[in-house]
C-alpha cells in the first residue's frame, strides 16, 4: 500500500520568500512521486515528477524537488514566492501502475 | 491538442435525480480517470480505464454510482439517484502509457455538482 503525507495544510509565505512544501511517502516498492498545482477553479497541473535517475528534479515556474530515500521524504522548494504562485499543492506517488495516491494538500499563501 | 474536456462545468440538480458527467481524454491517450474532490474526503480516485476497459473501480462509493467508455475519446460519470452527500467536484484525467516510463496524467477543469 502507498500513502502520502503532506505536512500542513495552510503555509504563509511572503513575496520572495523561500517556499517549501513537505511531503513524505510510505511506499514498499520503488515509487514514482509528482507535485502537481491547483489554481482556483481549475483542474490540477503536472509542476513536476521523479521517476528514476537524477533525485533533484526540477519543474515548471521554478519549483524544484528532491527525492529522498533515507528520509522518505519529497519536498517541494521555490528560492522566492511569487503572488502568482497562490495555489493548492498537492503530493502524489505510484509504484508500477497507473493508480495515483494523493495527499491532502496545501494551500500556499503569499503575501506582500 | 484541447487537453481533457469535461462537461457540463457546473450542474445543480435536487435530490433523487439522475445526474450525467461527461469526459474526452486527450486524443491518443489510454488511460482516463474520475477522480473525486471534496474538503472533506479530499482527492479520491474513482475508477480507472485503459483501452475502454475498466481496471479498478474499487473507488466507487455505491451502486448509485456507475461510469462507461464506449469508446476511446469519450466516458461518462452517472449518478442515479444523487444525494446531498454527493456534492462535490469531479474531475476526468487522461494519461498515456509509455513503456518503461511512468505516465502523466492531465486533468479536465473539472464538474462541480450541487446536490440540493
Known amino acids: 500500500a502507498q500513502s502520502v503525507t503532506q505536512l500542513g495544510s495552510h503555509v504563509s509565505v511572503s513575496e520572495g520568500a523561500l517556499v517549501l512544501l513537505r511531503c513524505n511517502y510510505s511506499?514498499?516498492?520503488?515509487?514514482?512521486l509528482f507535485w502537481y498545482v491547483q489554481y482556483p477553479n481549475q483542474g490540477l497541473q503536472l509542476l513536476l515528477k521523479y521517476t528514476t535517475g537524477a533525485t533533484l528534479v526540477k519543474g515548471i515556474n521554478g519549483f524544484e524537488a528532491e527525492f529522498k530515500k533515507s528520509e522518505t521524504s519529497f519536498h517541494l522548494t521555490k528560492p522566492s514566492a511569487h503572488m502568482s504562485d497562490a495555489a493548492e499543492y498537492f503530493c502524489?506517488?505510484?509504484?508500477?501502475?497507473?493508480?495515483?495516491?494523493f495527499g491532502t494538500g496545501t494551500r500556499l499563501q503569499v503575501t506582500l | 491538442d484541447a487537453g481533457v474536456i469535461q462537461s457540463p462545468r457546473h450542474e445543480v440538480t435536487e435530490m433523487g435525480q439522475e445526474v450525467t458527467l461527461r469526459c474526452k481524454p486527450i486524443s491518443g491517450h489510454d488511460y482516463l480517470f474520475w477522480y473525486r474532490q471534496t474538503m472533506m474526503r479530499g482527492l479520491e480516485l474513482l475508477i480507472y480505464f485503459n483501452n475502454n476497459v475498466p481496471i479498478d473501480d474499487s473507488g466507487m462509493p455505491e451502486d448509485r454510482f456507475s461510469a462507461k467508455m464506449p469508446n476511446a475519446s469519450f466516458s461518462t460519470l452517472k449518478i442515479q439517484p444523487s444525494e446531498p452527500r454527493d456534492s462535490a467536484v469531479y474531475f476526468c484525467?487522461?494519461?498515456?502509457?509509455?513503456?518503461?516510463?511512468?505516465?502523466?496524467?492531465?486533468f479536465g477543469p473539472g464538474t462541480r455538482l450541487t446536490v440540493l
Open positions: 511506499s514498499s516498492v520503488p515509487p514514482y
Open positions: 484525467a487522461s494519461s498515456h502509457r509509455t513503456s518503461g516510463l511512468v505516465e502523466t496524467q492531465y
Open positions: 502524489a506517488v505510484t509504484s508500477w501502475g497507473s493508480k495515483l495516491t
